[in-house]
C-alpha cells in the first residue's frame, strides 16, 4: 500500500471564524452563529500518499476490516444472486474481492466494514414511499453512492433506472459497482452516474438543479464538520425540485452530545461535526434561513447493532467518540 498514490477532490475548508469558538460551536449556540464569518480555500487536488502512509500493509488487522463476507445480510445476497447472477456459493469470494480492490482505493471504513452490502434505504421509515413514488417516474439520487447499491435494489424493487441517478467522487467506485452487480451492459449503464464534488460549482451535479424528488444520503455528512455540512446542504437543497413534498432522507453517525469530535486514525487526524436530534433540527432550520425554503425534520438516534454494529462501535471506540449512536433522518420541504 505504500507506493499507492491516491488524488482526493474533497474540498478541504480553512474556516476563519471571528467571536465564535470551537466550545461555542460544539455547545450548539444559534445565537451566536450570526456573527460567523468564513473564508474558504478551496484544495481540489490533494495528494492523499502521505495520509496513506500509516495505514498498516494488512488492512486485516484494523479492527472495522475484521468481518467476512459471510456477515453479509441474507436480504443483500438475495440481491447479488436476483439481480447480479452471482452464485451463492461464490458471493463471499466476489464480495471480498471487491472489497479489497475498493479498500485500496480509499480505506473508507464502511468498506471495510463490508457496509455497502447493508442497504439502508430500506431501514427508512419513508421506505414504502419512496418506493412508490420511484415506480411513479420520480426521480431518486443517492448521494455519495459507493458502488450503487442502493439504486439496484431500487430497480429490483420496480423503479426505472433512467430516473435513478448515483453520484459518487470517484469514477472507480463506481466501475467496481459495475463490477460487483455485473451489469455494466444491462441495467447498470441505464443508470444516471454523476462523478464529481459535491463542493464544486461546475461539477456534474450542477447539471440537475431542480430535478431531483428524493435525495438518499447515508453515511455522508457525517464526514464533516458543521460549516462544510451546511455548504452541503445548501447544495442538496438546490438539487431537489423547488416544491412541497421533496424529501432527503438518511443515516449517518450521531451522537448524544452534539459538536465537533477531532478523529485521529490511521489517515491523520480529522474534524467531524456529530448531531443529535436537536441539532439536527436546528441545522435544517437555518438551512431553510439561508436558502428561503421551510423543512420538517423527522429523527430518531439509535444505539449501534444488527448487522454489522460490532464493527462500527470498535470504530466509534477507536476514535473516542463516547455517546455515538446512529442517526436515522427524514427531512421532507413543507
Not at 209 to 237: C, M, P
Not at 242 to 251: F, K, M, S, T
Request: some cysteine.
Amino acid at each position: 500500500m505504500s507506493s499507492v498514490t491516491i488524488r482526493r477532490c474533497h474540498c478541504l475548508k480553512t474556516v476563519i471564524k471571528s467571536s465564535l469558538s470551537l466550545a461555542q460551536r460544539a455547545n450548539n449556540c444559534p445565537e451566536n452563529r450570526s456573527v460567523v464569518q468564513h473564508k474558504y480555500i478551496y484544495n481540489c487536488d490533494i495528494n492523499m500518499s502521505a495520509e496513506l502512509e500509516n495505514l498498516p500493509t494488512n488492512a486485516r488487522s484494523l479492527d472495522f476490516y475484521g468481518l467476512d463476507a459471510s456477515s453479509i445480510p441474507n436480504s443483500s445476497k438475495e440481491l447479488l444472486t436476483t439481480y447480479a447472477g452471482i452464485p451463492p456459493e461464490e458471493i463471499n469470494q466476489h464480495v471480498d474481492t471487491i472489497r479489497e480492490k475498493a479498500f485500496r482505493i480509499f480505506p473508507y471504513p464502511c468498506i471495510g466494514m463490508y457496509r455497502f452490502l447493508n442497504l439502508g434505504l430500506p431501514q427508512s421509515p419513508v421506505y414504502e414511499e419512496v418506493l412508490e413514488r420511484v415506480r411513479k417516474g420520480e426521480t431518486f439520487l443517492d448521494l455519495g453512492c459507493c458502488f450503487g447499491q442502493e439504486i439496484r435494489n431500487l430497480i429490483v424493487e420496480g423503479a426505472r433506472p433512467e430516473n435513478c441517478y448515483g453520484s459518487d467522487l470517484r469514477q472507480e467506485f463506481i466501475d467496481l459497482g459495475f463490477d460487483l452487480f455485473q451489469d455494466r451492459d444491462r441495467q447498470g449503464s441505464k443508470i444516471n452516474w454523476l462523478v464529481g464534488n459535491i463542493f464544486d460549482d461546475d461539477s456534474s451535479l450542477s447539471s440537475i438543479k431542480n430535478q431531483i424528488s428524493i435525495i438518499y444520503t447515508g453515511s455522508f455528512f457525517h464526514l464533516f464538520n458543521w460549516e462544510e455540512q451546511f455548504d452541503i446542504a445548501k447544495r442538496v437543497v438546490s438539487l431537489l425540485k423547488p416544491e412541497p413534498g421533496v424529501l432527503i432522507c438518511g443515516r449517518q453517525v450521531g451522537n448524544e452530545n452534539p459538536g465537533l469530535y477531532t478523529s485521529s486514525g490511521y489517515t491523520g487526524e480529522r474534524q467531524r461535526y456529530r448531531h443529535n436530534i436537536k441539532s439536527w433540527t436546528e441545522f435544517w432550520d437555518e438551512v431553510g434561513e439561508a436558502t428561503g425554503t421551510n423543512w420538517k425534520v423527522d429523527a430518531e438516534l439509535n444505539p449501534f447493532g444488527g448487522g454489522f454494529g460490532s464493527s462500527e462501535q470498535k470504530l466509534v471506540n477507536f476514535r473516542r467518540e463516547d455517546g455515538a449512536k446512529i442517526l436515522k433522518f427524514v427531512i421532507r420541504r413543507v
